[in-house]
Protein backbone atom coordinates (compact mmCIF):
# COMPACT_ATOMS: atom_id res chain seq x y z
CA UNK A 1 0.00 0.00 0.00
CA UNK A 2 1.52 3.54 -0.79
CA UNK A 3 1.16 6.72 0.81
CA UNK A 4 -1.39 8.22 -0.75
CA UNK A 5 -3.28 4.99 -0.20
CA UNK A 6 -2.51 5.09 3.82
CA UNK A 7 -3.48 8.64 3.44
CA UNK A 8 -7.01 7.85 2.13
CA UNK A 9 -7.38 5.12 4.54
CA UNK A 10 -6.46 7.31 7.55
CA UNK A 11 -8.91 10.36 6.21
CA UNK A 12 -11.90 7.66 5.94
CA UNK A 13 -10.73 7.14 10.03
CA UNK A 14 -10.82 10.42 10.59
CA UNK A 15 -14.24 10.70 9.24
CA UNK A 16 -15.43 7.62 11.26
CA UNK A 17 -14.35 9.35 13.95
CA UNK A 18 -16.19 12.06 13.87
CA UNK A 19 -18.89 10.64 12.42
CA UNK A 20 -19.24 8.51 15.38
CA UNK A 21 -18.99 11.07 17.72
CA UNK A 22 -22.57 10.92 18.96
CA UNK A 23 -23.35 7.76 18.87
CA UNK A 24 -20.63 6.94 20.96
CA UNK A 25 -21.33 9.10 23.48
CA UNK A 26 -25.02 8.04 23.32
CA UNK A 27 -24.21 4.70 24.21
CA UNK A 28 -22.16 5.31 26.51
CA UNK A 29 -24.27 6.99 28.85
CA UNK A 30 -27.10 4.45 28.19
CA UNK A 31 -23.81 1.82 29.34
CA UNK A 32 -23.35 3.79 32.54
CA UNK A 33 -26.95 4.27 33.12
CA UNK A 34 -27.41 0.67 32.67
CA UNK A 35 -27.36 -0.42 37.31
CA UNK A 36 -29.50 2.65 37.83
CA UNK A 37 -32.30 1.65 35.52
CA UNK A 38 -31.98 -1.92 36.54
CA UNK A 39 -32.09 -1.30 40.05
CA UNK A 40 -34.99 0.65 39.88
CA UNK A 41 -37.32 -1.67 38.12
CA UNK A 42 -36.01 -4.64 40.07
CA UNK A 43 -37.03 -2.37 43.46
CA UNK A 44 -41.08 -1.06 41.74
CA UNK A 45 -41.07 -5.11 40.93
CA UNK A 46 -40.18 -6.04 44.30
CA UNK A 47 -42.70 -3.52 45.78
CA UNK A 48 -45.53 -5.30 43.35
CA UNK A 49 -44.26 -8.87 44.32
CA UNK A 50 -47.08 -10.89 46.22
CA UNK A 51 -44.40 -12.63 47.78
CA UNK A 52 -43.67 -12.52 52.04
CA UNK A 53 -40.31 -12.44 52.57
CA UNK A 54 -37.49 -9.98 50.77
CA UNK A 55 -35.43 -13.03 49.14
CA UNK A 56 -38.75 -14.55 47.68
CA UNK A 57 -39.55 -10.33 46.32
CA UNK A 58 -36.12 -10.69 44.81
CA UNK A 59 -36.42 -13.71 43.02
CA UNK A 60 -40.06 -13.26 41.77
CA UNK A 61 -39.06 -9.87 40.28
CA UNK A 62 -35.76 -10.67 38.78
CA UNK A 63 -37.71 -13.86 37.09
CA UNK A 64 -40.18 -11.17 36.07
CA UNK A 65 -40.39 -10.18 31.61
CA UNK A 66 -40.17 -6.92 32.81
CA UNK A 67 -37.04 -7.19 34.17
CA UNK A 68 -35.38 -10.05 31.67
CA UNK A 69 -37.02 -7.40 28.72
CA UNK A 70 -34.49 -4.39 30.43
CA UNK A 71 -31.67 -7.19 30.90
CA UNK A 72 -32.06 -7.92 27.45
CA UNK A 73 -31.61 -4.09 26.47
CA UNK A 74 -28.80 -3.78 28.53
CA UNK A 75 -27.11 -6.46 26.74
CA UNK A 76 -27.77 -4.75 23.46
CA UNK A 77 -26.50 -1.43 24.83
CA UNK A 78 -23.31 -3.23 25.76
CA UNK A 79 -22.79 -5.16 22.36
CA UNK A 80 -23.76 -1.52 20.67
CA UNK A 81 -20.90 -0.02 22.34
CA UNK A 82 -18.40 -2.40 22.58
CA UNK A 83 -18.74 -2.37 18.76
CA UNK A 84 -18.24 1.20 18.58
CA UNK A 85 -15.52 1.23 20.75
CA UNK A 86 -13.97 -1.51 18.40
CA UNK A 87 -14.40 0.25 15.40
CA UNK A 88 -13.29 3.48 16.72
CA UNK A 89 -10.06 1.90 18.27
CA UNK A 90 -9.52 0.12 14.63
CA UNK A 91 -10.03 4.19 12.74
CA UNK A 92 -7.69 5.43 15.80
CA UNK A 93 -4.95 2.56 14.88
CA UNK A 94 -5.27 3.57 11.22
CA UNK A 95 -4.86 7.29 11.96
CA UNK A 96 -1.66 6.38 14.24
CA UNK A 97 -0.19 4.38 11.31
CA UNK A 98 -0.81 7.35 8.72
CA UNK A 99 1.25 9.87 11.12
CA UNK A 100 4.16 7.08 12.04
CA UNK A 101 4.38 6.48 7.89
CA UNK A 102 4.38 9.88 7.09
CA UNK A 103 6.77 11.26 10.05
CA UNK A 104 8.89 8.25 8.53
CA UNK A 105 8.90 9.35 5.45
CA UNK A 106 9.51 13.07 5.56
CA UNK A 107 12.32 12.44 7.98
CA UNK A 108 13.88 9.93 4.56
CA UNK A 109 13.46 6.60 6.76
CA UNK A 110 11.10 5.47 3.80
CA UNK A 111 10.30 6.12 0.23
Known amino acids: MNL ?3 YNKAE ?3 DYLRESEEEYA ?3 GLMKAIPAREKIVLARLMLESP ?3 AAAK ?3 A ?3 EEFEKIVDESQEIQTECSLIEAKRERAEKTWETWRSLN ?3 KMGNIT
Open 4 to 6: QEW
Open 12 to 14: RAM
Open 26 to 28: RYR
Open 51 to 53: ESS
Open 58 to 60: KMW
Open 62 to 64: EAS
Open 103 to 105: SAM
